[in-house]
């Protein structure tokens, strides 16, 4: 475990020194929420009607945002390479970069987000649903974001590619996330999609690791 | 780094052929090497010198052949294999937003290797006074060091090394040598690409050219 916290606290001083980083994810996920505002018009109950869905579509689109990177400086740089030889395993190493992703994109989503649904009037009682829902939700979004990253390695035009493999896999999270913040919006329990965002979470983290780790092997060859 | 011997170790690659996008790069090739020996891959460009360290290394696949690490098969534990060997290929994995130290330390520190090793290293490539700078203002030839400086703390017999004397300069090249000598002396091993002169007296040369495809047919 050693070696997950090594390569972590590393992961962690890189994306904080290239700053810029975090703030240009929690910048597009600012803009592209007030484009929905924009776009809709002024009307005060269309905006707080779609508050829950755009939320989590803007803040699903920003996480994305990033995870082109996730491997992709490693590879080019060799240090893929020496990580795979470093005598971590794998997918210790794959849980740490994703931990690491979902420090400095999820969590500072998770953030920004009460801000963004405060312009879109979100409803005051949907504010809890919203941050727990995106609690159970952004890691599995870093977690299958990074076995679409490990993918993309070597591909021409990675990110357009990583949004038509991701974007997919990311509607169920969007679904069960929406739901419960427009759930708490109407008055009624919230449970069942956190039960769902919460399995979700457990298989990602169960598999996710597995099969990035793989396909970083695979890439490398 | 330290003084203390490696135990002794029988690295060995039986019947390896390699294909690289469609097209066979070597084929039927075998060696073996054990502790305090060093091979030297030669070959032109295309050969698969590379190919074959990174075969060695555990990160390409043999279409055939298997690697053996005293009678182990490699590809059975692969994260094992990896922590046995220090490797330095063409791209020096370096992180331009990190200091010289921050970036050698980290792999030290992933190896487990104590941070007066770090020191060490520094001192031997001659990168001591370029320690708390970042790496994007270094040289190509100063990043080289630092990769080359990554190998020596990794505390691994089995060093992979590919075109390790490229853009060093002469003294940079004497510090190679030394630390190479070094650990032959501690019983390493050092498998190396390259074009220039052996500069290891006790060098053996693998020639890639008997297993290129066309040779065999011939």
């Not at chain 1, 849980?95 to 920004?112: D, R, S, V, Y």
């Not at chain 2, 690659?13 to 054990?34: E, Q």
């Not at chain 2, 792999?107 to 031997?124: C, E, F, I, M």
């Amino acid at each position: 475990m050693s070696g997950f916290s090594t390569i972590l606290r590393r992961e962690l001083t890189l994306s904080l020194r290239s700053q810029g980083d975090v703030m240009t994810v929690i910048a597009f996920f600012a803009i592209a929420a007030a484009l929905f505002a924009f776009g809709v018009g002024p009307e005060l109950n269309v905006q707080s009607r779609i508050a829950s869905g755009v939320v989590w579509t803007t803040a699903l689109l920003a996480a994305l945002l990033s995870l082109e990177r996730l491997f992709a400086l490693d590879y080019e740089d060799g240090t893929l390479d020496q990580l795979m030889l470093s005598g971590t395993e794998p997918i210790a190493m794959v849980l740490a970069k994703t931990l690491a992703h979902w420090l400095t994109t999820g969590l500072a989503l998770l953030i920004a987000a009460p801000v963004v649904a405060l312009a879109l009037q979100l409803p005051t009682q949907a504010y809890g649903a919203l941050m727990m829902s995106l609690a159970l939700g952004t890691p599995t979004l870093s977690l299958l974001g990074a076995v679409g990253a490990a993918l993309i390695l070597g591909a021409k035009r990675g990110g357009v590619l990583l949004s038509l493999l991701l974007l997919p896999l990311y509607i169920p999270i969007l679904i069960f996330g929406a739901a419960a913040v427009e759930g708490a919006t109407l008055g009624l329990s919230t449970s069942a999609p956190y039960a769902v965002l919460g399995g979700l979470l457990v298989a990602a983290l169960t598999l996710c690791p597995w099969a990035a780790a793989s396909a970083l092997r695979h890439a490398l060859e | 780094m330290n003084g203390q011997k490696f135990p002794a170790a029988e690295f060995s690659g039986a019947d390896l052929s390699c294909r690289r996008g469609g097209r066979t790069v070597f084929t039927g090739l075998s060696f073996r090497i054990v502790s305090g020996e060093v091979i030297v891959l030669r070959g032109p460009n295309g050969s698969g010198k590379t190919t074959l360290l990174r075969l060695m290394a555990g990160l390409a696949r043999a279409v055939s052949g298997t690697l053996h690490w005293n009678d182990a098969d490699i590809a059975d534990d692969l994260c094992a294999h990896g922590a046995r060997l220090g490797f330095a290929g063409h791209r020096d994995a370096v992180k331009s937003a990190q200091t010289v130290r921050e970036n050698i330390a980290f792999w030290a520190s992933l190896r487990g290797a104590a941070p007066t090793h770090v020191d060490q290293a520094l001192n031997t490539f001659g990168i001591r006074h370029l320690s708390d700078i970042p790496a994007r203002v270094l040289s190509a030839g100063q990043r080289h060091r630092v990769a080359l400086a990554r190998v020596a703390v990794s505390g691994a017999p089995l060093w992979l090394l590919d075109e390790p004397t490229n853009t060093l300069d002469d003294a940079a090249l004497n510090a190679l040598r030394d630390t190479l000598s070094a650990h032959l002396q501690r019983g390493g091993m050092i498998v190396m690409a390259s074009h220039g002169d052996l500069f290891l007296p006790q060098a053996r040369a693998l020639d890639l050219r008997q297993t290129q495809p066309a040779a065999i047919a011939a």
